[in-house]
């Protein structure tokens, strides 16, 4: 699942609180104490680094474990654990000690922004059972936020009219067309804000059908990872199902027990932002259906806790910017479920009112991929619109000057790149822009390494040429190129100051599930392709792009060291090239929108400015496959075409232009 790590640029929605001077603790965190109170007040948006040693031994293990905690294994499934993104003895955290208070990775450093204020929990990932020796020694050191002391104007949140409120339902209703759960919250929010925020208070999407719950709890299985995603049933509001149903729970317990509420987007919006509305029980047991006397979830019948708890549980993630209260002309009190059973409420519905996006420029970069699209058409040839390519067409008449030559660009693309050596990433993207534009353009191909040994080469490569041109770069990783780089950044301190900015590309940097089910997929494309020159481990490359592998990397170093951008890749099953429809087709057990290799949140780079998705699979947007001179290649690729060197173009053009308006502006 998406972590809350994963959401490091959390926007600051309070007012500045006065500076203080930086303050550093450090205490012992015992193997069996549940949670720690640190007696640190953290304030919202202040810096945290905390680092760990220390070892713990549970006497079920030959092997100690540190504060990264040990690797996950089949006995997890059946474990309880505080953060179950991370193996058994972990270092975990969280702010405050309410009920809604989610645990986060913290392993052997950390360093991220509070979402929220109150006092810094510490505690070790395990079960109420578990047992261990040992402990671990914990530095923390805290820093007031940047605009300490000034004031930050809040987003605004417009009155929700009562004539709009009660366009609105106010019951769900079942397959049969009988009434069911009360309307109890409302959320106003982008699509993309709302499942970051879900995702940061520890929200897992629920699998929207039972097939769906049996492919991903297999794959679960196989990934060694705790399955919390067992499926609800489809209700209706607004004459559809439920756009998104979302859950907490205990891995065991969740069939009998679990938070849960279904959300569908309103055919309408308020002050131009998207409304969404929800339904929340919380399940605490079984019940008799009183319809066809089968066995269904019994639900806590004030149903009033849940719609709190789901508010709650969202300002854990710093992303509310205002919580209110509103109710219908005809308020539901009291009432039953669809199948018999009586639950009580106030009748008010609760309005979550989240931040505006500020790092979503999906909509100015598709004004610039289409302009280029349609003016300079770099690729040649016929392309038609621009809608074809991208989330969101865009206007096709910007002013486009030459592209300068302040930067150098690198691209760093990704596994079995030594294995394609006719396809290079970026092939006519890099042509046109040195033939166009005299730009300095690299390809820095590596082996199929782990990105800990990518990393070295890659800071080797970026110091020999900055020797010979003091020009900065713009680093571009695709797909595995994106965690190669990130790692780079984060281990070879250097390289920051060579760097202006990192660029994501479909860049794998939240890992796949693909790499923590299918593992021999990579040799199963080089046998397939008869592929020859492969340089690299493959196996060690594909470990680095396993969830728990990048989760742990980005709870390490959830801060980018230089400017980041993210461009995603999505595509339906009509986009989906042969080689990839196998991997597709298991993806969609975990989510709707993805390319066939990575799910859309795993490839948003956090702490990145979001530039949107192109419509294109996970090779098509960078890998000129439909050039390659193997026929069987350019056969299983046969959704290849997508304008690269106009992507490729738009992306320097973007990052270019930010760079100078940002230094600019100070």
């Given at each position: 699942?998406t972590?809350?790590?994963?959401?490091?640029?959390?926007?600051q929605?309070?007012f500045?609180?006065?500076?203080?001077a930086?303050?550093?603790?450090?205490?012992?965190?015992?193997?069996?104490?549940v949670?720690?109170?640190?007696t640190?007040?953290v304030?919202?948006?202040d810096?945290?680094?905390?680092?760990a040693?220390?070892?713990l031994?549970?006497?079920d293990t030959?092997?100690?474990?540190?504060?990264?905690?040990?690797?996950?294994?089949?006995?997890?499934?059946?474990?309880?654990?505080?953060?179950?993104?991370?193996g058994r003895?972990?270092?975990?955290?969280?702010i405050?000690?309410?009920?809604?208070?989610?645990?986060f990775?913290?392993?052997?450093?950390t360093?991220?922004?509070?979402?929220?204020s109150?006092?810094?929990?510490?505690?070790?990932?395990?079960?109420?059972?578990d047992?261990?020796?040992?402990?671990?020694?914990?530095?923390?050191?805290?820093v007031a936020a940047v605009?300490a002391?000034?004031?930050?104007?809040?987003?605004?949140?417009?009155?929700?009219p009562?004539?709009?409120?009660?366009?609105?339902?106010?019951?769900v209703?079942?397959?049969?067309g009988?009434?069911g759960?009360?309307?109890?919250?409302?959320?106003?929010?982008?699509?993309?804000?709302?499942q970051?925020?879900?995702?940061a208070?520890?929200?897992?999407?629920?699998?929207?059908?039972?097939k769906?719950?049996?492919m991903r709890g297999?794959?679960s299985s196989l990934?060694?990872?705790?399955?919390?995603t067992?499926p609800?049933?489809?209700l209706?509001?607004?004459?559809r199902v439920?756009?998104?149903?979302?859950?907490?729970?205990?891995?065991?317990?969740?069939?009998?027990?679990r938070?849960?509420?279904?959300i569908?987007?309103?055919?309408f919006?308020l002050?131009?932002?998207t409304v969404?509305v929800?339904?929340?029980?919380h399940?605490?047991?079984?019940?008799?259906?009183?319809r066809?006397?089968?066995?269904?979830?019994?639900i806590?019948?004030d149903t009033?806790?849940?719609?709190?708890?789901?508010?709650?549980?969202?300002?854990?993630s710093?992303?509310?910017?205002?919580?209110d209260?509103?109710?219908?002309?005809?308020?539901?009190?009291e009432a039953?479920t669809a199948?018999?059973?009586?639950?009580?409420s106030?009748?008010?519905?609760?309005l979550?009112?989240?931040a505006?996006?500020?790092?979503?420029?999906?909509?100015?970069f598709?004004?610039?991929f289409?302009?280029v699209?349609?003016?300079?058409?770099?690729?040649?040839?016929?392309?038609?619109?621009?809608?074809?390519?991208?989330?969101g067409a865009?206007r096709?008449d910007?002013?486009?000057?030459a592209?300068?030559?302040?930067?150098?660009v690198?691209i760093v693309?990704?596994?079995?790149?030594?294995?394609?050596?006719?396809?290079?990433?970026?092939?006519?993207?890099?042509?046109?822009?040195?033939e166009?534009?005299?730009?300095?353009?690299e390809?820095?191909?590596v082996?199929?390494d782990?990105?800990?040994?990518?990393?070295?080469i890659?800071?080797?490569?970026?110091?020999e040429?900055?020797?010979?041109?003091?020009?900065?770069?713009?680093?571009v990783?695709?797909?595995?190129?994106?965690?190669?780089?990130?790692?780079?950044l984060?281990?070879?301190l250097?390289l920051?100051?060579?760097?202006?900015?990192?660029?994501?590309?479909?860049g794998?940097?939240?890992?796949?599930?693909i790499a923590?089910?299918?593992?021999?997929m990579?040799?199963?494309?080089?046998?397939?392709y008869?592929?020859?020159?492969?340089?690299?481990?493959?196996a060690?490359?594909?470990?680095s792009?396993k969830?728990?592998?990048?989760?742990?990397?980005l709870?390490?170093?959830?801060?980018t060291?230089v400017?980041?951008?993210?461009v995603v890749?999505k595509?339906?099953?009509?986009?989906?090239?042969?080689s990839?429809?196998?991997t597709?087709?298991?993806?969609?057990?975990?989510?709707a929108?993805?390319?066939?290799?990575l799910?859309?949140?795993d490839?948003?780079?956090?702490?990145?400015?979001?530039l949107?998705?192109?419509?294109a699979?996970?090779?098509?947007i960078?890998?000129?496959?439909?050039?390659?001179?193997?026929?069987a290649i350019?056969?299983?690729?046969?959704?290849?075409?997508?304008?690269r060197?106009a992507?490729?173009e738009?992306?320097?053009?973007?990052?270019?232009?930010?760079?100078e308006s940002s230094?600019?502006a100070?």
């Amino acid at each position: 699942m998406t972590t809350i790590f994963r959401r490091v640029a959390v926007l600051q929605l309070v007012f500045g609180c006065l500076a203080s001077a930086q303050v550093k603790r450090e205490l012992e965190v015992k193997a069996n104490d549940v949670w720690t109170d640190t007696t640190m007040e953290v304030g919202a948006g202040d810096t945290i680094r905390i680092t760990a040693t220390g070892r713990l031994q549970y006497a079920d293990t030959a092997t100690p474990c540190n504060p990264g905690g040990l690797p996950r294994g089949w006995m997890d499934l059946l474990r309880q654990l505080p953060y179950n993104g991370a193996g058994r003895g972990a270092l975990v955290g969280r702010i405050g000690d309410s009920a809604a208070a989610r645990a986060f990775l913290i392993g052997p450093r950390t360093e991220r922004s509070a979402p929220l204020s109150g006092h810094l929990y510490l505690g070790v990932n395990q079960g109420n059972n578990d047992r261990a020796d040992g402990s671990y020694h914990v530095v923390i050191e805290k820093v007031a936020a940047v605009n300490a002391g000034q004031k930050v104007k809040p987003t605004e949140a417009p009155p929700f009219p009562q004539d709009l409120l009660d366009k609105i339902p106010t019951r769900v209703l079942d397959a049969g067309g009988n009434q069911g759960d009360r309307v109890n919250f409302i959320i106003i929010g982008s699509e993309q804000k709302v499942q970051a925020a879900f995702a940061a208070a520890g929200w897992s999407k629920v699998d929207p059908t039972k097939k769906d719950a049996v492919m991903r709890g297999f794959l679960s299985s196989l990934s060694k990872q705790a399955y919390v995603t067992m499926p609800m049933s489809e209700l209706t509001l607004f004459g559809r199902v439920q756009d998104y149903g979302y859950a907490q729970g205990d891995p065991v317990r969740v069939v009998a027990s679990r938070h849960h509420f279904r959300i569908w987007k309103a055919p309408f919006t308020l002050a131009g932002q998207t409304v969404w509305v929800g339904a929340g029980t919380h399940d605490i047991g079984f019940d008799r259906d009183q319809r066809n006397n089968g066995l269904t979830h019994k639900i806590d019948p004030d149903t009033d806790k849940e719609r709190d708890y789901i508010g709650e549980s969202l300002q854990q993630s710093g992303m509310v910017t205002k919580l209110d209260y509103a109710q219908f002309a005809n308020p539901v009190k009291e009432a039953k479920t669809a199948h018999g059973e009586a639950f009580h409420s106030d009748g008010r519905t609760m309005l979550i009112y989240l931040a505006a996006d500020e790092t979503d420029f999906a909509p100015r970069f598709a004004d610039l991929f289409c302009s280029v699209l349609k003016q300079n058409n770099p690729d040649a040839g016929e392309w038609g619109t621009c809608d074809q390519y991208i989330d969101g067409a865009g206007r096709t008449d910007l002013k486009l000057a030459a592209v300068p030559t302040t930067y150098r660009v690198v691209i760093v693309p990704g596994l079995m790149s030594s294995c394609f050596a006719d396809s290079p990433a970026f092939l006519e993207g890099q042509k046109s822009l040195k033939e166009n534009y005299g730009l300095s353009v690299e390809l820095l191909s590596v082996p199929n390494d782990a990105s800990e040994d990518n990393a070295k080469i890659i800071a080797k490569a970026l110091r020999e040429w900055a020797q010979a041109d003091p020009r900065k770069f713009i680093l571009v990783g695709y797909s595995k190129g994106a965690p190669d780089l990130q790692v780079a950044l984060a281990k070879e301190l250097d390289l920051a100051a060579l760097a202006a900015a990192i660029v994501s590309v479909a860049g794998a940097v939240g890992g796949s599930p693909i790499a923590d089910a299918l593992p021999q997929m990579a040799e199963r494309y080089v046998s397939l392709y008869q592929l020859k020159g492969c340089q690299g481990d493959l196996a060690a490359g594909f470990r680095s792009l396993k969830t728990e592998t990048r989760h742990a990397f980005l709870a390490s170093y959830p801060r980018t060291p230089v400017p980041a951008y993210s461009v995603v890749a999505k595509a339906d099953k009509t986009r989906i090239s042969k080689s990839l429809l196998q991997t597709w087709q298991l993806l969609t057990a975990f989510g709707a929108v993805q390319d066939g290799q990575l799910l859309l949140e795993d490839a948003i780079y956090p702490d990145a400015k979001y530039l949107g998705a192109v419509l294109a699979d996970h090779f098509a947007i960078a890998l000129p496959f439909d050039k390659s001179n193997a026929g069987a290649i350019r056969a299983g690729m046969d959704k290849n075409k997508f304008p690269r060197a106009a992507l490729l173009e738009a992306i320097v053009r973007f990052v270019t232009n930010d760079l100078e308006s940002s230094a600019q502006a100070q």
